[in-house]
């Protein structure tokens, strides 16, 4: 008789225990950390306003501010972060293009929050070529 009781708890303590290990396997992972810096013309060491830097412009003072991606990734025990690439695209008319690389083979389990400083960036003017006939 107590057997029969039990048999009918099986199904519902199954049922708890994946849940729980499902929930736990939903890990939050880093695809861009939140990166910080500022942009200055290479020459005359003046910031550089609305210099274009992944999908934000600079400000008056050359700063800029690229904000924290993530996602959500369903792990298992043992699995290791995926490695963190990020390549974000420095551009604006009359410089030329610069880039902020980062490279970290376990970055992508950086945790929540954290910032990179790409502190000062110059740019180099563009030449201006002269076509003489």
Request: glycine letters at 8%; one cysteine or more; a positive charge.
């Amino acid at each position: 008789m107590k057997i029969q009781r039990y048999k009918k708890l099986y199904p519902l303590l199954l049922l708890l225990i994946i849940g729980f290990v499902c929930q736990s396997c939903l890990t939050s992972r880093c695809k861009r950390p939140q990166i910080v810096g500022y942009i200055y013309d290479s020459i005359s060491r003046k910031p550089i306003e609305n210099c274009k830097v992944g999908e934000n412009l600079t400000n008056v003072n050359g700063y800029f501010q690229l904000k924290e991606l993530r996602y959500s990734q369903l792990t298992f025990v043992g699995y290791e972060a995926p490695p963190l690439i990020v390549n974000e695209v420095i551009s604006k008319e009359g410089y030329d293009k610069k880039h902020i690389e980062l490279f970290n083979p376990f970055g992508g389990g950086i945790r929540k929050g954290s910032i990179h400083n790409a502190d000062t960036i110059f740019l180099k003017r563009t030449p201006i070529l002269s076509i003489e006939k």
